[in-house]
């Protein structure tokens, strides 16, 4: 098989080029793969970082924050000069310092019911780095009605969880939903602004997510479809649990009734 990379590919790429799980074939993947972060914050920050860097093709950022001085404990694709700036120009010109060979989509904007089946035709991969619930699930059933592989990280105080939903492509593999059915009630779980979150707790999660985007794209290694990473970093201690899909999935299972995106209106 023949590649098209220039010189100076070569020896950008050259360390993963080097893996022989990666190699030509595995970098060619990588600049022919398209991923969606949802969120530029604390876990979207070294997503986008390390895909850029890792030099997959075409990245897209999704956020309608602006930046705030209270990101930049967590959120390190940001800096003090660029406070006020839309989060997604100011990791996109990150992104742009670290490989300017890979093509970056803005949205400065919210996922809507809309725009998001549309949105979400451009990529193969979503990455799930939002805050909040109502995101969450909007984005899980969107994945699973247009046929898209989630890779979803959260991050609560000083624990983190994560994994991958593919079950269009993982006969065994569960959808978000056979996880977490329904949304916790509006104020039973907080969120980090609430409770508060160690920043390099972000750094890390996000850091797997984007190493389990690459695999999915490379196609290599295990899948974390059905298995559910913990992270507690005080006790300093991982758990894999796991999953399994549900028959009676709401939105996956073997008579769904979630069949569109109408109750996230
Ligand atoms: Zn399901």
């Known amino acids: 098989m023949e590649f098209s990379f220039t010189e100076a590919e070569i020896h950008r790429y050259s360390r993963h080029i080097l ?5 030509g074939i595995g970098q060619e993947r990588l600049r022919a793969g398209r991923v969606l972060i949802v969120g530029a914050g604390g876990l979207g920050s070294p997503l986008a970082l390390y895909l850029a860097a890792a030099g997959v093709g075409t990245i897209g950022l999704i956020d309608d924050d602006v930046l705030d001085l209270s990101n930049l404990q967590r959120q390190i694709a940001h800096s003090t000069d660029r406070i006020g700036q839309p989060k997604v120009e100011s990791a996109a010109s990150a992104m742009r310092a670290i490989n300017p060979l890979v093509q970056i989509n803005t949205y400065n904007r919210r996922l809507e019911t809309a725009n998001i089946m549309a949105l979400f035709d451009q990529y193969d991969v979503i990455c799930d780095g939002s805050d909040n619930f109502s995101t969450r699930f909007l984005v899980a ?24 939903f593919k079950p269009h492509l993982d006969q065994a593999g569960p959808c978000y939903r056979c996880l977490y059915p329904e949304p916790p009630p ?65 939105l996956c299972g073997e008579a769904p009734t979630i069949r569109d995106l109408s109750a996230h209106q």
Do not use: H, Y
């Not at 893996?19 to 190699?23: I, N, P, Q, Y």
């Not at 009605?145 to 609560?156: D, E, N, Y």
């Not at 160690?198 to 794209?217: D, P, R």
């Open 186 to 250: 509006a104020g039973l779980v907080p969120s980090c602004s609430e409770a508060g979150v160690l920043g390099a707790v972000t750094g890390v999660m996000g850091t797997m997510q984007a190493s389990e985007a690459c695999k999915e794209l490379m196609g290599i290694g295990e899948s974390l479809s059905g298995r559910l990473l913990l992270w507690d970093a005080l006790a300093m201690s991982f758990r894999t649990i796991r999953l399994k899909r549900d028959p009676a999935c709401a």
């Open 19 to 23: 893996l022989r799980e990666v190699g």
């Open 141 to 164: 059933d969107s994945c699973v009605l247009a046929g898209k592989t989630l890779i979803s990280a959260a991050v609560l105080r000083f624990e983190g969880q994560l994994s991958t």
